[in-house]
């Protein structure tokens, strides 16, 4: 039986999973899609979070190679001419460089700082660093040494991209896989929005649309990206990544 409500009895994998195909799945190709992986109550409840609750950032690329986070009031505050300034510096910088655009929400620091302290996105913060996930990540991905899992909520809209990148780890922080955790309830391929990884000869190997109450994973270093969403899409990209780290 699945899990009840979030309060009754918290976040659950699916126990129909079948954790020794799912690890030989990801053994041979360094990547995979699990559907349903959360009970429908459970997804129901964190979408409506997400959708409803969620105090979203604009996040971008600056041109000194850091990421920045604008609260979304304060971009609706900005003078028009401002922020057509700094799209078009966006959009030129990430055509020869690396760059992205979309609406971010940072788990791990708002949990830590104990912004918004009955969040639901709290609970998955948790749900994904306790011991049953844990377990659950070290035997998929064949690395007995996960020690956390990070995340940002993520919302794309139409013209929202993220360029291509491997997800190299960096200095103090050991990434052994990614991973996605989509909450999109409803997409059309040609809405774009996919998940592309990219083969060494430029070519897109394969390209997963959002979908709904699934977790997608996949080694780190993969090159991949997220396709630009069209501005004919009728429904929000919405997803949690992160990785799965092994670092202290």
Not at 65 to 85: E, F, T
Not at 214 to 238: C, D, E, G, N
């Amino acid at each position: 039986m699945m899990a009840k409500l979030p309060g009754d009895t918290g976040l659950t994998l699916n126990p129909d999973l079948d954790w020794e195909a799912l690890a030989k799945t990801y053994a041979e190709t360094g990547r995979l899609q699990i559907p349903a992986i959360l009970a429908p109550e459970n997804a129901e409840w964190l979408a409506n979070a997400l959708e409803t609750r969620t105090p979203w950032s604009f996040a971008y690329w600056g041109d000194d190679q850091q990421p920045h986070y604008l609260p979304l009031p304060s971009v609706k505050a900005m003078p028009a001419a401002a922020l057509q300034d700094l799209m078009k510096s966006l959009m030129d910088r990430s055509g020869e460089q690396y760059g992205f655009a979309y609406m971010n929400y940072r788990m791990i620091t708002a949990y830590i700082a104990g912004q918004e302290p009955d969040h639901p996105l709290h609970r998955l913060t948790e749900f994904l660093n306790s011991p049953s996930f844990l377990d659950f990540a070290c035997t998929i991905v064949g690395e007995p040494g996960v020690r956390k899992v990070d995340g940002q909520a993520t919302l794309f809209r139409p013209g929202d991209f993220l360029c291509r990148h491997d997800d190299s780890s960096i200095p103090g922080v050991e990434r052994i896989a990614a991973y996605t955790l989509g909450f999109t309830r409803r997409w059309r391929s040609d809405w774009g929005g996919q998940l592309a990884f990219h083969d060494d000869h430029g070519d897109v190997a394969q390209a997963l649309v959002p979908r709904w109450n699934t977790l997608t994973l996949f080694k780190v270093p993969t090159s991949h990206s997220v396709i630009p969403v069209a501005p004919y899409a009728q429904a929000p990209r919405i997803s949690v990544v992160g990785w799965l780290r092994k670092d202290a």
